[in-house]
């Protein structure tokens, strides 16, 4: 099929309603699979106008379900719609708006996670990453229980120009879970920052097109859904291997409300600080505030440059050894630096990177990540091991170190 055929304005026949489709094929919403239907095609036409204008255009629609925005993308003057469904009931009423829309319609019986996007369109739709975005389009109501894992395949797609994105700077308009379509377009500060928003943003224009409430869904979810529109980015925000950006920033967000050292260099930091703050800061600069402790620490700890500037300000040092060691359990967090250098490691990162170790995870911008992933990738370069450090590896190594010990202590009593 060219891509530059003339289309005239198509409009779909009289058809049953959606409700009607889903009496006579008893079409059910899967709990487990986090389905709900969309019946009122006043927003399935709202949802597909937000993806902008689909005259002529090739549109990929995932979970179409019992085919509401499918009927509305239909009716926008596309050249074709290709659906990919995961589950088998839903193909024969989507094979009826086939048969309504001859050539229009191409039904994919299959795993959304899995299909090879980038073979399913012509060729002659490939645009360089500097042109404008091609004329093909992701659109979908996406079930909740894979919307996190499937936007940040398709992210790791944009970092690689592959999959959707071998045609170009692919458009998305997707629909999710209210939270987390707020964390997906969170700005710098906000509580709702996460991981999901530096990933997004440092590769993508990501925007909240409107929201559609909870009660317009069969069955009624317990929460709204956002519709958020992606457009990819030229030129990223941060320009290293996708895996580098999202193990920094997992490491940073693992403790999303603390300082943001607690997820880069964790539990060590604030055992050191026990000594240290007994040593060079009077008792009298510890308190009252975690303001003013913050100075007297700045002040007697960053003129020496060394791993203790990174240290807590704050709260009361921990007593006992910190997480990680042989008397304690290991903490859950991806370090992204083996224990015996963990301290020293994460002190040269957040120097060289002119990050404020006393900022919370929720404060650092995509600009604050870049310096870090730039950072980390030099330490990586300098050690080559380094990157493949897998953190929960060392864990079990050392409980297995541990129980072995253990074990041997039992014995010799024995």
């Known amino acids: 099929m060219a891509a530059s055929r003339t289309l005239t304005t198509f409009r779909l026949p009289p058809l049953p309603t959606i409700r009607e489709i889903i009496k006579l094929f008893r079409l059910?919403?899967?709990?487990?699979?986090?389905?709900?239907?969309?019946?009122?095609?006043?927003?399935?036409?709202?949802?597909?106008?937000?993806?902008?204008?689909?005259?002529?255009?090739?549109?990929?629609?995932?979970?179409?379900?019992?085919?509401?925005?499918?009927?509305?993308?239909?009716?926008?003057?596309?050249?074709e719609l290709l659906v990919v469904e995961k589950d088998s009931r839903f193909i024969p009423g989507l094979q009826m708006l086939s048969d309504a829309a001859p050539g229009k319609l191409r039904i994919v019986h299959g795993d959304v996670l899995t299909f090879k996007v980038e073979r399913a369109f012509p060729e002659s739709l490939k645009r360089q990453w500097e042109d404008d975005p091609p004329n093909v389009h992701i659109i979908g109501n996406l079930p909740f229980n894979v919307s996190t894992p499937l936007i940040i395949k398709w992210l790791e797609n944009v970092s690689q120009r592959d999959g959707p994105f071998a045609y170009g700077r692919t458009q998305m308009t997707l629909t999710f879970q209210q939270e987390v379509a707020e964390r997906l377009t969170a700005s710098t500060g906000s509580r709702q920052r996460s991981r999901l928003s530096v990933m997004a943003q440092y590769l993508c224009h990501v925007r909240h097109a409107f929201t559609i409430p909870g009660r317009a869904f069969v069955p009624k979810p317990e929460v709204d859904v956002g519709v958020v529109h992606f457009t990819p980015l030229v030129r990223p925000a941060i320009e290293q291997p996708f895996k580098l950006v999202e193990k920094v920033v997992q490491s940073a967000f693992h403790f999303r409300r603390k300082y943001c050292h607690r997820g880069l260099g964790m539990q060590l930091i604030r055992w050191h600080?026990?000594?240290?703050?007994?040593?060079?800061?009077?008792?009298?600069?510890?308190?009252?505030?975690?303001?003013?402790?913050?100075?007297?620490?700045?002040?007697?700890?960053?003129?020496?440059?060394?791993?203790?500037?990174?240290?807590?300000?704050?709260?009361?040092?921990?007593?006992?050894?910190?997480?990680?060691?042989?008397?304690?359990?290991?903490?859950?967090?991806?370090?992204?630096?083996?224990?015996?250098?963990?301290?020293?490691?994460?002190?040269?990162?957040?120097?060289?990177?002119d990050v404020d170790p006393t900022l919370r995870p929720t404060q650092l911008s995509v600009s604050h990540f870049g310096s870090l992933c730039d950072v980390y990738r030099k330490m990586c370069d300098e050690d080559p091991h380094l990157f493949a450090y897998n953190f929960r590896e060392e864990c079990k190594k050392k409980k297995c170190q541990s129980q072995e010990q253990e074990d041997d202590r039992e014995s010799s009593r024995l």
């Open 273 to 353: 600080l026990k000594l240290t703050l007994e040593r060079r800061v009077p008792t009298e600069l510890r308190g009252p505030s975690p303001a003013s402790t913050r100075r007297a620490v700045r002040g007697a700890l960053l003129p020496g440059g060394g791993p203790a500037a990174l240290l807590l300000p704050g709260a009361e040092p921990r007593r006992g050894p910190p997480r990680g060691s042989a008397a304690a359990p290991c903490g859950r967090s991806r370090m992204l630096f083996p224990e015996a250098q963990r301290l020293e490691s994460t002190g040269r990162l957040l120097q060289r990177a």
């Open 28 to 79: 059910q919403a899967v709990k487990q699979l986090s389905q709900n239907f969309l019946l009122d095609l006043r927003l399935t036409d709202k949802i597909v106008r937000k993806a902008g204008n689909l005259t002529n255009a090739y549109v990929y629609e995932v979970g179409p379900g019992p085919g509401g925005i499918t009927r509305s993308i239909l009716n926008a003057s596309i050249a």
